[in-house]
């Protein structure tokens, strides 16, 4: 069981140095570019194939946790809600992606679902990873793909104030988002275990 | 400068990130925000130098974001000077008032001699009476997050994409937490719709929040 908590503690832990490589990305991003990262379509289906294994692990979560039926109250209508705009994100980046679309990976949630308490604790950094995740990419997407990405991350955000206030931790705790790069957001996601 | 706060440099063996793992969330979220308060200085600091060569596109809509949040600044730091409000609602408006005051600071800076100036406002009782403040601060908040969706694509550089986009996602948060403080639901759509500038203007000057627009001249102090 303590195995299993700490899924989502690993998350916690990678946002903290999260922090670090926001910081860090802005100050360089006036310097220079970095290489390799010029808005291109084939990078726009990497970024969007990213943004739909998030979508993928959300829809996923939410689904698992209204399985299950430990939610109640205001927890249950936010997974419900939550989980249809997961549902719908990821319907929306299949579309766009088309045949390049990734397909849905193999979850496990452990016990990260079974109860009230560790579904707000593990929905509150999941939200939070993927706000960070998505805006670490945006800036590497041309244009049209920026735009669409911009619709789903700001929701995303949303669902991370709407956990946090549920959970009585504070719903905007900095004045500009950290950011996390897919590299750190992957690797948190597989270090939790939900990805196979 | 020390208070560009890296958390990178402090945690080089992961031990002190492990100390805060361990700690609730609240303190996580503390430590973090000394982070971005190094964060805004950044936003500023790593467009000084490049300031003289900003996209005239760019400052435009520099200038845009920071009108907007010069109304959000105007608004929160009203209401703290009134204290009228309690509990939740003055939390959330001391907290997001702090980041409004921060992201004036930053564009100022990015700006420089080119940033507006301050327009003079009055909330017409807004400020006062915690229902008005509800329903005032939810469209304002959501209406930034529409705003700076929309421009977004249209900014030039990257220097100021990425912190214009670390902004958005913030205001989104604000939004929804002053949703659920107004009973409404945080996040009511799957998609978040952009508004244009034409039309969050013509919002903004709908409200007659803008009493004086503040000169583009500057009036020499003193005569004779």
């Known amino acids: ?196 | 400068m020390s208070d560009d706060l890296r958390l990178g440099d402090l945690d080089v063996d992961g031990a002190l990130e492990e100390a805060i793992a361990a700690l609730h969330g609240e303190t996580r979220s503390a430590f973090l925000r000394r982070a971005v308060v190094g964060g805004a200085a950044l936003l500023a600091a790593s467009a000084a130098p490049a300031q003289a060569a900003i996209d005239r596109r760019d400052v435009a809509i520099l200038n845009y974001a920071l009108t907007l949040e010069y109304i959000q600044e105007s608004f929160y730091g009203e209401v703290e000077r009134i204290g009228a409000l309690t509990g939740g609602l003055a939390e959330q408006a001391r907290v997001v008032g702090a980041h409004e005051r921060a992201h004036v600071k930053a564009f100022r800076q990015v700006l420089g001699a080119r940033a507006v100036k301050r327009p003079r406002f009055d909330f017409r009782g807004a400020t006062e009476d915690s229902d008005r403040f509800r329903r005032t601060a939810v469209a304002f908040e959501d209406l930034a997050v529409a705003a700076y969706k929309g421009q977004a694509p249209l900014i030039q550089s990257r220097a100021y994409l990425v912190p214009a986009l670390a902004i958005h996602t913030v205001e989104a948060r604000h939004a929804a937490w002053i949703r659920r403080l107004a009973g409404i639901t945080p996040a009511a759509d799957a998609f978040d719709q952009p508004r244009s500038k034409k039309s969050t203007l013509g919002i903004v000057a709908a409200t007659k929040f803008e009493v004086m627009k503040p000169s583009s001249r500057r009036r020499p102090r003193f005569t004779g």
């Open chain 1, 1 to 196: 069981m303590n195995e299993r908590r700490t899924r989502a503690e690993i998350f916690e832990r990678a946002l903290l140095t999260g922090g670090a490589v926001a910081a860090g990305g802005i100050a360089v991003a006036a310097v220079a570019d970095p290489a390799g990262s010029q808005p291109s379509p084939a990078q726009d289906a990497e970024l969007l194939n990213f943004a739909l294994l998030i979508e993928y692990v959300q829809a996923g979560f939410y689904a698992d946790a209204l399985r299950r039926g430990s939610l109640t109250g205001e927890v249950r209508a936010f997974a419900r809600r939550v989980g249809a705009h997961e549902r719908a994100h990821v319907a929306f980046l299949r579309k766009a992606l088309g045949g390049k679309a990734r397909k849905a990976p193999e979850l496990d949630f452990g016990d990260d679902t079974t109860s009230p308490e560790r579904f707000t604790d593990a929905s509150l950094k999941l939200e939070d990873l993927a706000v960070a995740g998505y805006n670490a990419a945006a800036p590497n997407l041309t244009k049209p793909a920026l735009a669409a990405a911009a619709k789903i991350v700001s929701v995303e955000a949303r669902h991370a104030a709407w956990i946090r206030a549920i959970a009585g931790v504070t719903p905007a705790p900095d004045a500009s988002e950290p950011q996390l790069s897919a590299q750190r957001v992957m690797k948190t996601l597989k270090g939790s275990g939900y990805l196979g």
